[in-house]
């Protein structure tokens, strides 16, 4: 792997000279993990401006052998700071004038004003340019063994949805089956969950980013889940609504039915090249023409890696297109208040029609079970 994170941050840094800033500082923690193969606890990635000068990992106390957090690739300097409480950031950029460089790239979106400022005193005759979003462009596109990763997380999280729908639901609550959720997640061999749980019944079902109450599961509730598991950092997604215990209602499967056409036509989109604002046109007009559109979530789906919502953005004023091996969620749903409602996720990794089209990693049934 250590040639895959030097690959990475060659790239990085070609991108740089181009802007004119050899010089790099990595702050943020998912960019950190990706280039340096790890990101300790308040780590930052100093890139050097040549190749003749090696990228420093600097840490504020020594790395935690856990191999969940990921190895540092060997090739780097690993830099522990010897004074309590100094910044990384700052000790980098301090690294960086002392070593001759000139200007120095910063992820502003990332820095608070006060750490900018303190960065831009430490070492008076650097300049500092911005970086803008390069690495997270650079994450854009997985290589076989992320997109390995994440189908070995969708392995997990199918594993542990599929025992706890052959369980006993009515009478407990929606924290508990969260809780039994996670639990799995990890005992099946995740780091843990990707996110938060969600665990929604009856009228609480179908809504976005819910949090788990005490509500128990009663008979003729939908009950949508949604949940994900972390593998070697990376994060996948699924979200699935099922009916307890009896046959479901007729607006249940209508509107089952309306949000599955609506999932269905976005991941039918997902090819190379699509506008991702088009993906997310062609599940949304499903639900719209059926009167939801004032209903729906500002996105219908977005990227997913080291973290779990990432770019590309399925959404309606999305910019950019989709290539190949990008993973992305197609994720809509419709929640009809005091009633319930449906959500349909899936993880997927746009791939070219030859290849045989977007490759689904979530396997579990979209049938409407009656649980």
Known sequence: MSEVYATRRSRLRERCNAAGTAAALISRPANVRYLAGAAPQ???LLLGRDQDQQDQLVCPVPPEDRPADGRPDESLVLHILSTPGRDPAVAAADLAGSQGSEALAVEEHHLTVARYRALDAVA???RLAGLGTAVEQLRLIKDEEEISCLR?????????????????LVGRTERHLALELERRLVDHGAEGPAFPTSVAT???SGRPGHRPTDRRVEEGDFLSVCLGA?????????????????????????????VFAAQRAGREALVPGAACRDV??????????????????????HGVGLEIDEDPQLAPAA???????????????????????????????VRPEADGGPELLTITTKELLAL
Request: glycine residues 14%; proline residues 6%; charged residues 20%.
């Open 42 to 44: 308040g780590a930052v």
């Open 230 to 258: 972390a593998y070697r950092g990376y994060r996948c997604e699924i979200g699935r609504t099922f009916v307890i215990g009896t046959s479901p209602a007729d607006w249940q499967v209508e509107l089952y039915d309306l």
């Open 280 to 301: 997310d046109r062609a599940a949304r007009q499903v639900l719209d023409s059926a009167g939801h559109g004032a209903a729906l979530q500002p996105a219908t789906g």
């Open 124 to 126: 008076p005759g650097l």
């Open 202 to 204: 009856g009228p609480n």
């Open 319 to 349: 910019m950019g297109k989709l290539d190949a091996c990008v993973p992305v969620t197609v994720e809509p749903g419709v929640h009809l208040p005091g009633r319930g409602g449906v959500r349909i996720d899936d993880t997927l990794v």
């Open 152 to 168: 070995i997380g969708a392995e997990i999280a199918d594993q542990a949805l599929g025992e706890l729908l052959e369980s006993i």
